[in-house]
């Protein structure tokens, strides 16, 4: 079992950053994904960053490229989403999801997943 816990969300201004954190325990695997989902109030989680180990294939989503970065720290078992130029849109509870490791590319999809961690809220204001 792998336990994920986010921290770092919080209200931001327009234009402003913040950096998530998500802390992995338990019996991690050497080789895996994870990844970001944002959910919107009435939206499904919409993955819009993802990596694999060692970082070789890296994905983010077209609304966040060039604005988040996804990056990973083996040594302390924690994800990271540094996030600039935030926008109102940008706001939603993000999780983190850990899951199998894929050599050609990690899912942007909720399937490709099987563990979750609680959220941290994000919110950006006008």
């Known amino acids: 079992q792998v336990q994920l816990v986010e921290s770092g969300g919080g209200l931001v201004q327009a234009g402003g950053s913040l950096r998530l954190s998500c802390a992995a325990s338990g019996t991690t695997a050497a080789a895996y994904c994870a990844a970001w989902f944002p959910q919107a109030p009435g939206n499904q989680p919409e993955g819009v960053a993802a990596i694999n180990t060692g970082a070789v294939r890296i994905y983010y989503a077209d609304s966040v490229k060039g604005r988040f970065t996804i990056s990973q720290d083996n040594a302390k078992n924690t994800l990271y989403l540094q996030m600039n130029s935030l926008k109102p849109e940008d706001t939603a509870m993000y999780y983190c999801?850990?899951?199998?490791?894929?050599?050609?590319?990690?899912?942007?999809?909720?399937?490709?997943?099987?563990?979750w961690g609680q959220g941290t809220q994000v919110t950006v204001s006008s």
């Open positions: 999801a850990a899951g199998p490791y894929r050599p050609f590319g990690c899912s942007s999809s909720t399937s490709g997943y099987n563990y």
